[in-house]
């Protein structure tokens, strides 16, 4: 077990998340576990560590007033110390003195030596200013656009893509609301597979419904791994589970239908429609990554209906395989823009020459599913981003493609899995929103084939 303090063990994290693109939600659990912290330390260092991760655009536009040439220039480790240290003065109940002279001496366990008496002085200008006093001299020196991104810690392109995003769905105005969601902590949401659990199994204070999944509720505090059953009950969000129903609850099941979820990993919609098929239909999923099917294994092993399993391209598996299943999922690989508030550190390795790789690997997968289904099957066409080139025009590039095509009113299937849902005005499909429906950002669509 290594000796590590709250705020040594944090600076670790970032360090690794900065330097070496690990993600915080798998690297620190570990982390935590090997240091032996629990409890309250295990609570404040996932407070550091989250809250530097989803203000860091806010906390580098203050830094850039307190360092003689801003942030991006310093070593990662100076980067780190300095974020770390201005969480605790902006964001966090921890007086001056102990934020200050803690994080620099985190900092020289994380590497810093020659710079610690940079990182004290930087510090100490940052504690000379109220949050209210650095908002108006940053309000001062920035464009309105450039400060709205700023304060609320998204790059300048993602806001505008939001922004996009929520007038398309008759929203706008909402921008500010939906980034202040992105870096709000989510609770953790449980599924409760259909057929194998019942969430009113667990009707208790500490299991409160979901809002508008039909299958989900809200975790108690603690580890969600504490309340999890293999097979029956799983981690999901409220959002997943009601795109994973749609496909599902299009249209009644006729036993013997065939089923493909075609992008499968990590497995939790696949699980649910294991559990919803529950032995009337045939399931098949496939993962292309290695470590990705491991983990659709592991969803979906203990839940007891048969279903088998492919790696491999999903462009070729529907491709090769003409008028094959009733129904097909494509979970489609995309930027991630609506799970920001879940990977926060996400939204600065993404770039907008991301888009052009994944749309055309999206409206591939689209054209290999139209192979792939059969003559009034069903295809749920989902992505966990609300951008507009990965969402509506991707779903409008296909009818325009494809003349067999044609949109089935998903709001209608939204809406009779999730009374009382306030829906937007997306024409080609659904778009869920984490400040509206307290979900990531998923879009859902879904069409048959004529």
């Keep these: 077990m290594i000796d590590y303090t709250p705020r040594s063990l944090a600076a670790e994290v970032l360090l690794q998340v900065e330097s070496a693109d690990a993600y915080a939600n798998l690297l620190l659990p570990t982390k935590l576990s090997r240091a032996g912290m629990h409890g309250r330390d295990a609570g404040f260092v996932t407070e550091l560590v989250y809250g530097t991760l ?73 504690s000379e200013r109220s949050v209210d006093q650095w908002d108006s001299v940053l309000s001062e020196s920035m464009s309105r656009e450039g400060f709205e991104a700023a304060r609320f810690s998204h790059p300048v392109w993602i806001a505008r893509a939001l922004g996009s995003a929520l007038k398309s769905d008759g929203r706008d105005g909402d921008l ?110 496939n993962e292309i990554a290695e470590h990705r099917v491991g983990l659709v294994h592991r969803a979906i092993e203990k839940i007891p209906f048969p279903s088998s399993g492919h790696q491999r391209d999903a462009r070729e598996l529907m491709n090769e395989n003409p008028d094959t299943w009733d129904r097909i999922l494509v979970d489609a690989p995309c930027t991630g823009l609506g799970a920001l508030r879940r990977r926060p550190e996400a939204r600065w390795r993404k770039s907008p020459a991301d888009l052009s790789t ?53 709001r209608a299937v939204v809406e009779r899995i999730a009374p009382g849902i306030q829906l937007g005005s997306q024409r080609a499909g659904v778009q869920l929103w984490p400040h509206a429906h307290r979900s990531d950002a998923m879009f859902i669509s879904l069409l048959t084939k004529k």
């Design 54 to 126: 989803r203000n860091r655009g806010w906390y580098d536009a203050i830094l850039a007033n307190c360092t003689p040439k801003g942030v991006d220039d310093l070593d990662a480790a100076v980067r780190v110390a300095l974020r770390l240290g201005s969480h605790q003065l902006l964001s966090m109940r921890v007086p001056a003195h102990a934020a200050i002279a803690e994080t620099v001496d985190a900092a020289r366990e994380i590497g810093v030596t020659r710079a610690a008496g940079l990182v004290n002085a930087a510090l100490r200008r940052v």
């Design 176 to 285: 500010r609301e939906l980034m202040e969601a992105d870096n709000a902590a989510p609770a953790v949401t449980l599924t409760a597979l259909p057929g194998l659990a019942s969430r009113e199994d667990f009707a208790t204070a500490d299991f409160p419904p979901t809002e508008y999944s039909p299958i989900g509720m809200y975790a108690p505090h603690g580890d969600p791994a504490d309340v999890t059953v293999p097979g029956k009950v799983r981690v999901q969000d409220q959002g997943s589970q009601i795109a994973a129903l749609s496909l599902t609850r299009a249209r009644p099941i006729v036993p013997g239908e065939r089923w493909l979820d075609a992008c499968a990993g990590p497995g939790g919609k696949a699980a649910i429609l294991l559990a919803e098929g529950a032995g009337d239909v045939e399931l098949e999923w």
């Design 358 to 410: 994944l749309t055309a690997l999206q409206a591939q997968l689209i054209d290999a599913a139209v192979v792939g289904l059969r003559r009034g099957g069903v295809l749920g066409y989902v992505t966990c981003s609300p951008h507009l080139a990965e969402t509506q025009r991707q779903v409008e590039g296909a009818l325009r493609r494809h003349d067999e095509l044609s949109l089935l009113d998903v």
